[in-house]
């Protein structure tokens, strides 16, 4: 990783901010874009990297964050992303859309503005961050499951489309991990949570190893298996304990309305 250029985008809190440290402390040069411009470069000024106000859906604003580089750029995190709860029927059209904007539209845009330069020297790794909701339906989070979705999907079949350039894909899989995105919900249980220096851990690994998909814990992949084989009234029984009780009947509104704040005031934040 030494001499590496990183650019990591949601760089300022969470997960983002974890795997740039990650990252610094094997000597890459790490580039983080968040929409927050003080709180990115708080974060760039904390691991010695540099830090720029980043809004993903926008292609001016990814471009120029990418053009700010130094030297060529050998590892994109798309990281950023955001996870409002509810019954999607009560979804503000403006929320949804800043789902799919943010969560797909962000990585497709990131993706395209780096791939002419890793594949002029074919050579690069994009990471994508997803979730294991990609995978496992959850109720209460309709419009972020399916934003999930198209983000494995798409990091799958470019990856396949890359076969032989040089440039490869992989999709980090994170569990529930313990950051602001999870606020007001009732962890445990059968639920698997993580820290987010462990998701740091899962991006640095890919760099070496290079495999499609990544899930973390990786044992959580044995739900594809069971999803194929078991009833389906077996498996709603399952994703009940998983998601549906814990997000319409159990979330906790006040613990989490702070984060739901700031969500409700970037959807409506743009270069």
Request: charged residues 20%; glycine residues 10%; negative net charge.
């Amino acid at each position: 990783m030494r001499d590496t250029s990183v650019a990591i985008t949601g760089g300022a809190r969470g997960i983002g901010l974890a795997t740039a440290k990650a990252f610094a402390a094997q000597g890459a040069r790490v580039f983080l874009g968040d929409l927050d411009e003080t709180a990115v470069q708080e974060a760039a000024a904390e691991i010695g990297g540099k830090g720029y106000r980043l809004d993903v859906r926008s292609r001016e604003s990814f471009a120029a964050f990418l053009a700010a580089v130094d030297g060529p750029l050998d590892v994109l995190v798309n990281n950023a992303g955001i996870m409002p709860m509810g019954r999607f029927a009560d979804e503000d059209d403006s929320v949804t859309d800043a789902i799919l904007d943010i969560n797909v539209k962000g990585v497709l845009t990131g993706t395209k503005l780096a791939l002419p330069g890793m594949l002029e020297r074919r050579y690069g790794h994009i990471v994508n961050i997803g979730s294991y909701l990609g995978e496992v339906p959850g109720a209460g989070l309709a419009s972020y499951c399916a934003s999930k979705h198209a983000v494995i999907g798409f990091s799958e079949s470019l990856r396949d489309e890359l076969h032989g350039t040089g440039v490869t894909v992989t999709a980090v899989l994170p569990s529930a991990v313990r950051t602001d995105l999870v606020a007001g919900v009732h962890l445990g249980g059968i639920l698997p949570t993580v820290d987010p220096e462990r998701i740091a851990a899962a991006v640095i690994a890919s760099c070496a190893h290079r495999r499609t998909i990544v899930a973390v814990p990786g044992w959580m992949r044995t739900y594809e298996l069971a999803a194929a084989l078991l009833p389906d009234r077996l498996l709603a029984a399952v994703r009940g304990h998983l998601t549906r009780d814990r997000v319409l009947h159990h979330l906790d509104t006040a613990a989490r309305s702070a984060y739901d704040a700031r969500v409700r005031r970037d959807a409506d934040t743009h270069s």
